[in-house]
């Protein structure tokens, strides 16, 4: 089983070293990884790995069973032999921009659960732009722009944001109604990682986070659209 050190807190480390567990035609699976596989609304971290006599450019990370998988697009020299060591390095402005737009995600919705009691019915974290789509909810031009407002005036408080792994009997308690779909995360996962904004925000989340909110930017929201009866789809980017 890989572990996933950048958990809890470690989501601004972007070079570290591992032992290679196995080796597949397209795949390395390493003893630990600080890469993010790709889930929860956010992608896998880009980068490269690199041994003694190789290396390999990882264009995609996955789950596996209780592995992670780190997918290249060819092995440049020699393959590496199971038990050696490897140097990993993550590609850090990608990573900045995936921890900077998933806490922004989690500050907007935040704001509209908050304002208009519509729920996250899904996202998707992107580099240059992200999503959110909302239900029930109906926004209206100015409903769009209140929440811009409201979600910068968040950010310019620069609260802290904290990760770290809390028992699950907890989190069901203190996450508010509507705020995660704590469901859907199997009951065998225990403890949980949660991604607390300051008296803001408390929320169950595996993604890569900033460590406070000055550090997120401006978000501009640039688009809005009905994706169906009750649903609504905020596109955002966020600026320096």
């Known amino acids: ?17 591992a032992t290679v567990s196995e080796v597949g035609d397209d795949y390395l699976v390493l003893d630990g990884t600080y890469f993010y596989p ?6 896998a971290d880009r980068g490269d790995l690199s041994w003694d006599g190789g290396s ?24 590496p032999a199971v038990g050696e060591t490897v140097s990993g390095r993550i590609d850090a402005e990608r990573r900045e921009a995936h921890r900077r737009m998933h806490t922004a995600q989690h500050v907007v919705s935040r704001v509209v659960l908050d304002e208009y009691g519509a729920e996250t019915a899904g996202n998707q974290v992107h580099a240059d732009r992200s999503r959110i789509d909302f239900e029930p909810a ?21 609260l802290e ?54 550090e997120v930017g401006r978000v501009e929201i640039t688009n809005r659209e009905s994706k169906g009866e009750a649903t609504e789809r905020i596109e955002f980017v966020l600026s320096a």
């Open 56 to 79: 390999a450019r990882v264009t995609s990370v996955r789950k596996n069973h209780g592995d992670v998988r780190h997918y290249v697009e060819a092995f440049e020299g020699e393959r």
């Open 138 to 158: 109906d926004f209206s031009e100015e409903n769009v722009a209140r929440i811009e407002r409201l979600s910068n005036e968040a950010i310019e408080r620069d």
């Open 161 to 214: 944001v904290t990760k770290a792994e809390r028992p699950r009997e907890e989190v069901e308690e203190q996450t508010e109604e509507g705020r995660a779909l704590l469901n859907l995360i199997p009951d065998q996962v225990d403890p949980l990682r949660v991604v607390e904004i300051e008296e803001f925000d408390y929320c169950p989340c595996g993604g890569t986070h900033v460590d406070s909110l000055g």
């Open 1 to 17: 089983m890989t572990e996933q050190r950048y958990l809890p807190d470690a989501d601004d480390v972007t070079e570290f070293e």
């Open 38 to 43: 790709e889930g929860g609304g956010q992608p």
